[in-house]
């Protein structure tokens, strides 16, 4: 607000004006500034209207337009099982800015691949079945109302879990000497493979990155 001041004579209305109000709006009377965008500095300009006894004045003042922060929301992490696929851009909202994407950290034992905003897991090691921690870093992109900004978003990687079943039922003992008997199990996982292994005890499968031990 801006106030006029004399020693004698009646004054005119005081108005506002702004010199970029793409960037900062001003109420012509009341003087209420309405940000726009970023912007260094907006020239505000008060002008007293000349009346019979006064004379026309103005007066200047730069302010400058700040960006907001910008929100960012991530979903809850998520778990995927190995050589699997997640669009982390599902996962994200509030955004303005342009959003991109980046592996900070990947914990499978051979790497995954991020394509855009698709992550595809890669593989474990074969002689434990822990998991992996994958971490995309998602940014949004400054805009000329907000700046940039970035969170960090994991996704576990898991091996599938197999079920072991035994194909005969009513085999229980077997004779010394009698070499013709045998065992037989299958496993079957979430990924729909069955894997066959003839022994007296069953071992994890060939592609043991891949899936979890069982016995």
Do not use: F, M
Request: with cysteine; aromatic share 6%; hydrophobic share 35%.
């Amino acid at each position: 607000k801006a106030t006029a001041s004399n020693t004698s004579g009646t004054e005119g209305a005081i108005t506002y004006s702004s010199n970029a109000t793409s960037y900062l709006t001003v109420g012509s009377s009341d003087g209420k500034l309405t940000p726009k965008a970023y912007h260094a500095g907006v020239t505000i300009t008060a002008t007293l209207a000349r009346t019979i006894t006064v004379k026309q004045a103005t007066k200047t003042r730069t302010i400058a337009v700040a960006k907001a922060g910008q929100t960012l929301t991530l979903a809850a992490n998520a778990t995927i099982y190995v050589n699997a696929s997640l669009d982390v851009s599902t996962k994200v909202s509030g955004n303005a800015g342009t959003l991109s994407y980046a592996v900070k950290s990947d914990g499978c034992t051979v790497d995954g691949s991020l394509s855009g905003s698709t992550y595809t897991a890669g593989t474990l090691a074969a002689d434990n079945d822990n998991n992996g921690t994958v971490v995309i870093t998602v940014t949004a992109a400054a805009t000329s109302q907000y700046d940039a900004v970035s969170k960090d978003y994991t996704i576990t990687v898991q091996k599938y879990t197999s079920t072991l079943s035994w194909s005969e039922t009513t085999l229980t003992s077997v004779t010394y000497g009698d070499n013709s008997q045998v065992v037989k199990a299958t496993a079957s996982n979430q990924n729909s493979y069955t894997i066959v292994r003839w022994a007296w005890t069953c071992v994890q499968d060939d592609t043991a990155s891949n899936y979890k031990k069982i016995s």
